[in-house]
């Protein structure tokens, strides 16, 4: 079946979801709204073949197979009494694979019954039916649930990659809902993207967070994305920071070997410059000695903290090491900087300002920066 093709254009004015402190509305061009999608009528029996030689993939963070034996049994009750199955949703990879976005419980449900792995229950049209698997039915009946057809929207790879997040995004409606950095890890995969998740395991920025793991819900992973991308760009750096930082992922993705490491070079020097410095104190408020004020980790702190420490550029911290925790800790205590890492922390101007402040001290403290952020007439 030809499939059909067309261009749809959305209007995206949703408030910012999964993001901390980002309440504003997405304005972006129509290019950026182009979502391309092609709808195909596909059989049981071509599901099920897509299936196991992987055409569909799930998501790497997707949910878990949780539908019961009830649910499944009504769902493949429904194919035989020819009632409309709802849509799947699947998003095209550069592999010509197909995530599956929305569709999963069903797709396997199907899949698990046509291979004998349950027997059907709980039925209350085909009541007759209750108790068997699928090798026991009648020929009729497997040829009547292997030929229906299940209508599949595509999203083509050419789609914007904003707003095939803001699509993974809509159908995200499980009982647990994926946050935005859970969401990116399926939309935006590519070699920067795997290169965060070994970030994530370094054993210095695991001193920095305080965890011997990874925390959950990809929470680390955010947090080195935001760095990454703010410290090769801030100066271009606007909300919303969801856009913000998918945008970053689509580039940093299509980057040559010798760019990432360029990249993790930089994350390497930084976070060992904070363990020589903080240790177990770093990403979070301390007094002039660098004993922790407040034991909690501040996200816009620790982003600002990674940043400035890949901008260092002395080899010797050590012997300024007394001299840069009492400028932090005076800087701790300055209300204007406080402001900027606990309120509206996407917002641009307290974004730069508290950049800037932070290298500021260091500054001060004798620490030769490669950078420095004007922060004073942000705009």
Known sequence: MVPKRWEIVLTVADRELGEEDDTENIESSERERRLITQSYDLSVNTLIEQWHDKTLTLPEIQRQYVWDRARASRLIESLLLNIPIPVVYFSETQDVNYLIIDGHQRIQSIVNYVENQFALSGLKVLSGLNGLRFGALSPRDQRQIRTRVIRAIIISVDSDPMMKFEVFERLNTGSIALNAQEIRNSTHRGPMNELIKKFALSPDFRTCVGTARPRPRMVDNELILRFLALESSWQSYKPPLKKYLNNYMDKANGWPESQLSEAEARFDRSVAGL??????????????????IDRALNRALAETQLVSFSWIRNTDLDS?????????????????FL????????????????LGMFCSALTEAGVTLSQQVSFESVE
Request: hydrophobic share 35%.
């Open 320 to 336: 300024t090491r007394s001299d840069i925790l009492r400028a932090l800790g005076a800087l701790y205590g300055n209300s204007v």
């Open 339 to 354: 402001d900027s890492i606990q309120r509206a922390t996407g917002d641009r101007r307290r974004t730069l300002r508290r």
């Open 275 to 292: 363990v020589e410095v903080l240790g177990q104190a770093a990403f979070r408020l301390t007094d002039d000695t660098g004993v922790p």
